[in-house]
T-cell receptor, first 113, second 117 residues
C-alpha cells in the first residue's frame, strides 16, 4: 500500500521568508510524486512533479521540491513566500503512470505580511 | 491545455433526491477519470476510478449503488449521488488522465460543492 504523510497541519511564515512544507511517502518501487495547491472552494492546482531525473524539481509560482530517496521525502520549498501563497498544500504519490494518487492530509500555509 | 471542467459548481438538494455531477476534459481525451470527495479541512479521498466504456472500480467502503459512475466517452464522466442524504454533503472533485500524455498525469476539475438538506 502507498501512503503520504504531511506532519504539519499548518505552517506560519512571514512574507519574504523561506517556506518549507514537509512530505514523506511510502510506496513500492519508484515513486511518482506530486505537489498540488488548493484555494478555498476550488479544485487542485498542479505545482510540480517528480518522475525521474534530477532530484531538484522546479515548478509553478517559484516553488521547488527536492526528492530524497534515502529519506523518502519530497519537501516543497519556496525561497521567499508571498501572502498570496496562503493556501492548502497537498503532497501525493502514485506508483506508476496513470495510477491512482494517494494524498497526504494537507498542510495549511499562512503567510503573514 | 489539459483543462477539466465540472458542472455544476454548486448544488443544493433535498434529502432523498438524486444529483448528477458532470466531469469533462475540454481539450484532451481522458483515458481514465477519477472521482474524489473532500470533507471540510480534510484531504481528498479517492472514491472510484473509471475507464471509458467499462465499469468503474470503487474504493473499499464506497457504495456502488449510491455513487453511480458512468464514463460514456473519452471526454465525459458522470457521478450520480442517488437518494442523497445530509451525510453525502461534501466537495466532489474529478480528475482526468490524458491519453498519450507523458506519464499520464492527472488534471483536476474545479470541484462541485454538494449540500443535501
Amino acid at each position: 500500500a502507498q501512503s503520504v504523510a504531511q506532519p504539519e497541519d499548518q505552517v506560519n511564515v512571514a512574507e519574504g521568508n523561506p517556506l518549507t512544507v514537509k512530505c514523506t511517502y511510502s510506496v513500492s518501487g519508484n515513486p511518482y510524486l506530486f505537489w498540488y495547491v488548493q484555494y478555498p472552494n476550488r479544485g487542485l492546482q498542479f505545482l510540480l512533479k517528480y518522475i525521474t531525473g534530477d532530484n531538484l524539481v522546479k515548478g509553478s509560482y517559484g516553488f521547488e521540491a527536492e526528492f530524497n530517496k534515502s529519506q523518502t521525502s519530497f519537501h516543497l520549498k519556496k525561497p521567499s513566500a508571498l501572502v498570496s501563497d496562503s493556501a492548502l498544500y497537498f503532497c501525493a504519490v502514485s506508483k506508476a503512470a496513470g495510477n491512482k494518487l494517494t494524498f497526504g492530509g494537507g498542510t495549511r500555509v499562512l503567510v503573514k505580511p | 491545455g489539459a483543462v477539466v471542467s465540472q458542472h455544476p459548481s454548486r448544488v443544493i438538494c433535498k434529502s432523498g433526491t438524486s444529483v448528477k455531477i458532470e466531469c469533462r476534459s475540454l481539450d484532451f481525451q481522458a483515458t481514465t477519470m477519477f472521482w474524489y470527495r473532500q470533507f471540510p479541512k480534510q484531504s481528498l479521498m479517492l472514491m472510484a476510478t473509471s475507464n471509458e466504456g467499462s465499469k468503474a472500480t470503487y474504493e473499499q467502503g464506497v457504495e456502488k449503488d449510491k455513487f453511480l459512475i458512468n464514463h460514456a466517452s473519452l471526454t465525459l464522466s458522470t457521478l450520480t449521488v442517488t437518494s442523497a442524504h445530509p451525510e453525502d454533503s461534501s466537495f466532489y472533485i474529478c480528475s482526468a488522465s490524458a491519453r498519450g500524455r507523458r506519464y499520464n498525469e492527472q488534471f483536476f476539475g474545479p470541484g462541485t460543492r454538494l449540500t443535501v438538506l
